[in-house]
Structures are given as C-alpha cells and as structure tokens.
C-alpha cells in the first residue's frame, strides 16, 4: 500500500460539506425547538448606559425576555475569570456586564424570542438613552500618545520586540545607501463565510451542550466554566466543523456568553447567530504604521535596519505581536534596533488574523527592501540573496532548515523573472501597463503539547480523536491520512472525531501549529498501539514475531511487520482475535522536544505580475507565483488550497481591504461584504503553488505547517509589481486607484 502522506487527498469531509451533511453551531437542532438571541449593538463608542426601555421589545407576541446588565443572571467579577488560552494582558471584554460602553456596536441587550425574525424585529424597539464620552478611534490622531509595549505577563513578554544588536542608529546613519520610510496597513477583518453563532442546549440534568464557531472547543469550555463558575463536566463544546476562522475564533466570543446567559435565565435551549454587520464588533488585525530604515554597502549587503510600529488595540486589554522582529530575522545584518508602540483605542481589542504581526510587517520590510533595491539598482532577488541570512541572528543559531534560496530559484524559473526589464513603466500589454514584483515571506513552525486517543477495532477500522478543530484547513483530511499510514490501514478504514471538548487535550487551532501537533501525536499513539499489537503477537503460538522489539516493526497492509525481514508477519486481525481483544485503546500525549540550538521558520519567494490601465489606475493581479518551503506537505492538495488561499488575501491586503470608521462616531462604516471589499472571482487570475522539498527533523514526520505562510510577503509582491508597472510607490494600503491618480 503506497503511503497517503505526501498524496493530493481529497477532503474526506468534502461530500458532507457540499451535501449539507456537515453541521455548523447553528445547524444543530433539539425536540422542542431553540429559542433565537437577537442582540442589541450600542450606537456610541465610549460612555454609559442611561437607561434602557424594553418594554415595547417585551411586548412583542413571542418575546420571551431581554437581557440587560439590569436583568442578566450571575456572572463571574473578576478578570481572571474571563482569561481565556489566549488573552492578552488587560481586562477582558465582558458582555452585558454593567453599564458602560467601550466601543461602537458593543452588544447592550439581548432580545430573545420563538423565532430569529421576532428576536431581530423586537431588537430594534429597544430604546437606550446615553451619557456619551469623547472617544478617540484613529489611529494618526492617537499616535503621539502611543506608549511602548510592556509586558505584564509571560505570554506577553514573548510578543515584545527582540532585543537590538549592534548601533543600529549610527549605522543606517553612515550607510553608504539609504532607505528610510513610512508604511500603512490599516485594520482589517477576518470575514470567515459562517457566522458566529452558538446554540446552548440545556440539558436537563443541570448540564449544558454548546455548539460555539471556535478554533478552540475547550478553550471555550474552560472560559464558560470561569465566566459561569461550572464544572467542566457542566458544560461540553462542540465544534465540528468552522466555516472559516483565520483567527477570529481563536478567544471566545460574545455569541457563545450571550447564549449562554440566555438558557441560564431561561432553562432553554437558546441559538445566537451574529449578522455580518455585527461580525465587525468581533476582533480584527491591528492598523499598524510603521517606519522601516535600511542602511546598504554600495554592494547591497545590510549595515543598519530599524523597525518602529505602532499598531492598535482597545482601551481594555493590550493586544499585540512581535510585528518588528521580521526585519532583523529575515536579512543578515549586524545592526538591527525595534520599538514597538500600542495606540489604544475605544474599540474592541484587535486580534490574530492570518499570520499576525508578519502579514503587516512583512509587507513593510519587502517594500523597503524593494525600495531599495531600486535606490541600489539591483535586481530585488539578486538583494534577496546578497543579504541571504542562514543564522537565525536574534538568537544568534541555525534553522533546522531553511530552503528559502530554493524557492527564490524555482520561482523566479516559474514566473520566468530573468525576462524583467527593471525599469518601470517599461512593460507593456496592449494599453496596459505590466508590472513585476518580488518578496519574501517568513513564518514560524511551531509544534504543541496534544493528546490523541486511537481505538482500533478487531475489524479493521480505526477511530482516532482529539479535540483540535478543523477550522476547513483539512485538519480532517491529514489526521486519516497520517493515521492510515501509521496504522496500515486503508483511509476509508479511518474515522475522525475532533471538535469536542470532552476528547484528548489540544491547544487552540492556530499558529499553524496544528498539523505538526495533531500528525506528530498520531504517530506517538499509534507506536502504542503497535506495541499493544506486538505483545498480542508475541502469544501466538510460533510467533514470527516472538522475539521482535516494537521498534523495528510497522504496521502496514492490516500488518505487523519486521522492517527487515517480510517473512515476518502477523496480520492484525489475527493477533487481535488469537488475543481475545475486540478493541485496543491507546492515549498518548506527545510534547514536541525542546531545540533550543535551532530555530524553527518557513519561508516563501512570492512573484505576481500585475497589468495595470494606465488611463484608469485599476489594478489586476494577472500571475502570482508562490514558492514555498514548509517542511514535509502531508497533503499537497489541501496545502496548495491554503497557499492559494493565503495569496487570494494578500491580493485583497494589497488592492482592497480596509475597514473605514467614521471617527465621529467611531462606526464602522462598511461593515458588510458589500462595501468591506475582498476579492472576488474576477479579481483572481492565475496563480501557482510550488512547494520545494525541505526535509527537516525537528519532529520525526518533518512537518512545518503552513496555515499562514500563504498570506505574507503577497502584499508587498503585489505592491512592487505595482511600482513596477507605474513608477508610483504607494506606501499605504490598499492601493486603490485613486492613489495612483497621479502616475
Ligand atoms: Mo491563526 S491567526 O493563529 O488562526
């Protein structure tokens, strides 16, 4: 049997996600029907609830209350109670918990009716009267009083900006070629295609089962179990399926507390599913306005690079990444300095988004890089290579592996670069103008401690579980395929259960640490399993295998085998049934080994072509190649899904997505899809996935992960190309045409 590691597998979940069979949290139905949470958003950004009319919302046939901070049952008091996995340091945001508003769109009430239409009508006869605070929500207004990040935890201490090397200041001051420039991403939000929703069944007994949207289902419980002082054996979250989180449910959200507070006042079953608009009070990637200094030799090598950003959060907790540290990372270059400063702003605090702090400082780095490429007049890849780092130079030690010149070589062969002509406005297609452009991503592969239970069966068919989430990465997909491999068994004999709280420990599903984590844990428990079988085998009578060690056996083709000897087999079947044993059970954790000699990366070469109409300024992305090097792909269908992915948004994080507040009322204005523009079919040409071989030993399958490298480096690709074809540099984003009017 051929392995399926390394195979183009379809999603085995794939015909029920397009059957309906796959259930999302608010698919899943009770006897006796749910009733329908529709909440009331504040209309300002900062100050206190008045007072709160209800009763015309009341007295809606079909209503059956309204919650209010006047009216809702017990809640925890104290911020801890409210920490979830991964909080940042602050005072996390609790729903109708008194009476002050923090941001605009903040939910005040909770009106709960017999059908969502009812809830919804009702909702809007809610009357609130306001003291109203000043507010502040932009960021350039803020940017003065931007304090410096500090860590108040741990986990916060990880995000703060490396620490400098060298003078960096005097460097870039006495470089021989300098570059030295502002940069903008502004906020922007996730918009997964499932809402967020949440059905609380009460379940009698004093229990509850919730199907939340999360990217973590016992991140959720624990947070439940703080906020609602429950047992975790009171309360089980589910989450089978997740149309889409990118990071926007990585914390719990309010959905999942509303609800909850709803069938706790009420002892039924109660669903709340946000509306798009409503979407955009959830978390959303930080603004961040940044300066990047670039000091070269004539020769293009790096003498001086700073990095300062201040990015955005709420008024309440201090989100924030390592958005800096790219720079220093990324190019050789002995002298590297960062600062890092938060504006806080009276909006809900910012988030992870796909690949947070590199997607938006990333960009930065590889726009100044081409900057100054062009102030070198160097080709950019030949400055990619001349400033090629092979060190991680933070903490001054090698990567377990680093393919990144690889990708530059396959896809600059791919994109067929050597037939640029380097100076802009120099290629043409008809009237358009055509453009060239080039950068670098860079993301981490991180391994976490995960809990996996296998159950093999006398029949041939194994189950294996963890609470991890499929968030429609195709978690699903590679968790049988690796299982299949390491079992011997055909995929179609694998079954998976994830999304559940009441399975094995996993962490959240982010980071892209979740293939690594969850195959590297199959494998560990399969090894027992094996052992399990072999001591079965051993009882036989003339065992082949009476005097094999566990190690030097694999499971394959429903076998135990010698590796080095074929003869020696013992069919799984036989040993199980000679054993008496219907079923084995194994649960094993595995914890990734601690490397601290090594550094851990993938990495990308991104090359997009744009043709742009020079009457116009509208912008195509005609071709972008992407190069990537992660590590063994276990699945290279799904894995190029989510490169192409994570370009498709890079183009939007270049040419379209912004989130646009009215500051006086610091509103978000274009909170729908309708006027918060990604791409769309006509937006996406033609775009190629290449993977270049990477082995690598940090784990014994090789695995990187590469949920987010797809998007970093796409942007600032897009961006050159731009140049490229304009000879206009637009340093912030998204560059619409309106910012190319004077090309
Ligand atoms: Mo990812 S932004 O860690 O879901």
């Given at each position: 049997m051929a392995p399926y590691i390394g195979t183009p597998t379809s999603r085995i979940d794939g015909i029920a996600k397009v059957t309906g069979?796959?259930?999302?949290?608010?698919e899943f139905n009770v006897p006796g029907g749910v009733l329908y949470g529709s909440i009331v958003p504040?209309?300002?950004?900062?100050?206190?609830?008045v007072s709160l009319d209800t009763s015309a919302a009341m007295g809606?046939?079909?209503?059956a209350t309204v919650l209010t901070h006047d009216n809702r049952p017990r809640m925890a008091g104290r911020d801890q109670d409210y920490k979830d996995d991964v909080a940042p340091d602050g005072s996390p945001f609790r729903p109708l918990?008194?009476?002050?508003?923090?941001?605009?769109?903040?939910?005040?009430a909770l009106v709960v009716a017999e059908t969502s239409e009812i809830a919804r009508f009702a909702a809007s006869l809610v009357r609130v009267e306001y003291e109203s605070e000043a507010h502040v929500t932009d960021v350039f207004r803020q940017r003065d009083d931007a304090v410096p990040v500090k860590a108040t935890s741990p986990e916060g201490a990880m995000f703060a900006p490396p620490k400098p090397r060298g003078d960096a200041a005097k460097a870039l001051a006495a470089a021989a070629v300098r570059h030295d420039a502002e940069y903008y991403v502004p906020i922007e939000h996730h918009n997964p295609m499932e809402l967020y929703a949440a059905t609380v069944i009460v379940?009698?007994?004093?229990t509850f089962t919730v199907y939340d949207k999360t990217q973590g289902v016992q991140n959720v419980q624990r947070y439940l179990c703080g906020v609602f002082g429950?047992?975790?054996?009171?309360v089980r979250v589910m989450s089978p399926?997740?149309?889409?989180?990118?990071?926007?449910?990585l914390r719990p959200q309010f959905e999942v507390v509303l609800a909850m507070l709803a069938a706790r006042a009420l002892q039924r079953s109660v669903r709340v599913v946000l509306t798009r608009p409503q979407m955009y009070a959830l978390g959303y990637r930080p603004a961040m306005i940044q300066r990047i200094g670039l000091g070269a030799t004539t020769g293009g090598t790096l003498e001086a690079i700073t990095h300062d950003a201040i990015t955005v959060t709420s008024q309440y907790e201090d989100f924030y990444r390592q958005e800096t540290g790219w720079s220093g990372l990324l190019y050789k270059c002995a002298n590297a300095k960062y600062a890092h400063r938060l504006a806080h702003l009276d909006l809900p605090t910012s988030c992870d988004m796909r690949a947070p702090s590199a997607a938006p400082g990333v960009y930065a780095l590889e726009a100044a890089m081409d900057e100054l490429a062009v102030a070198l007049k160097l080709d950019p890849v030949e400055l990619r290579l001349r400033c090629?780092?092979?060190?991680d130079q933070h903490e001054n030690r090698p990567f377990s592996s680093k393919a990144l010149r690889e990708c530059y070589r396959q896809g600059a062969d791919a994109f067929g670069?050597?037939?640029?002509?380097?100076?802009?406005?120099?290629?043409?297609?008809g009237s358009d103008l055509v453009g060239w452009g080039l950068a670098t991503g860079v993301w981490e592969a991180m391994q976490m401690p995960i809990t996996v239970r296998i159950v093999l069966s006398a029949n041939g068919h194994a189950e294996v579980a963890c609470?991890?989430?499929?968030?429609?990465?195709g978690t699903y997909t590679i968790m049988a395929q690796v299982a299949a491999d390491a079992l011997g068994l055909?995929?179609?004999?694998i079954s998976i259960k994830l999304g559940?709280?009441?399975l094995p420990q996993s962490p959240v599903?982010?980071?892209?640490w979740i293939a690594a984590s969850v195959a590297n844990g199959i494998v560990t428990t399969a090894e027992a399993i094996r052992a399990e079988l072999l001591r079965l085998a051993k009882q036989?009578?003339?065992?082949?295998?009476?005097?094999?060690?566990s190690d030097e056996l694999t499971l394959v083709d429903g076998q135990l085998a010698s590796k080095h000897d074929s003869a020696r087999t013992v069919s799984i079947a036989d040993a199980m049934r000679h054993g008496g044993v219907e079923r084995i059970e194994q649960e094993k954790t595995t914890t990734p080994a601690e490397d601290t000699a090594r550094s851990h990366n993938v990495h990308s070469a991104i090359f997009a072509e744009v043709n742009v109409d020079?009457?116009?300024?509208v912008v195509r992305v005609t071709r972008v190649v992407s190069a990537v090097a992660?590590?063994?792909?276990?699945?290279t269908k799904t894995a190029a899904s989510q490169i192409l992915g994570g370009v498709v948004w890079g183009i939007g994080m270049a040419l379209h997505e912004e989130t646009l507040i009215d500051h006086r009322f610091?509103?978000?204005?274009?909170?729908?899809i309708a006027e918060y523009h990604v791409p769309v079919n006509a937006d996406v040409h033609d775009i190629k996935v290449i993977f270049v071989d990477e082995p690598d030993d940090s784990n014994p399958l090789g695995i990187k992960g590469?949920?987010?490298?797809?998007?970093?480096g796409v942007a600032a690709a897009v961006a050159n190309a731009v140049y490229h074809a304009t000879g206009t540099r637009v340093?912030?984003?998204?560059?619409?045409?309106d910012k190319l009017h004077r090309m």
């Open positions: 069979a796959a259930k999302y949290a608010a504040s209309t300002i950004a900062k100050g206190r609830i809606v046939e079909g209503v918990y008194d009476d002050r508003v923090m941001f605009n769109g903040q939910p005040i379940e009698g007994d004093g429950m047992k975790p054996e009171d399926f997740m149309g889409g989180g990118f990071g926007s449910g090629y780092s092979d060190r670069w050597s037939k640029r002509n380097p100076e802009p406005r120099s290629m043409r297609d609470a991890t989430s499929d968030i429609g990465t055909p995929l179609d004999s559940d709280s009441s599903e982010g980071g892209s036989m009578p003339n065992s082949p295998l009476s005097n094999a060690s020079e009457q116009l300024g992660a590590g063994r792909i276990l699945n610091g509103r978000i204005m274009n909170a729908n590469l949920g987010e490298i797809g998007i970093v340093r912030n984003l998204p560059i619409t045409l």
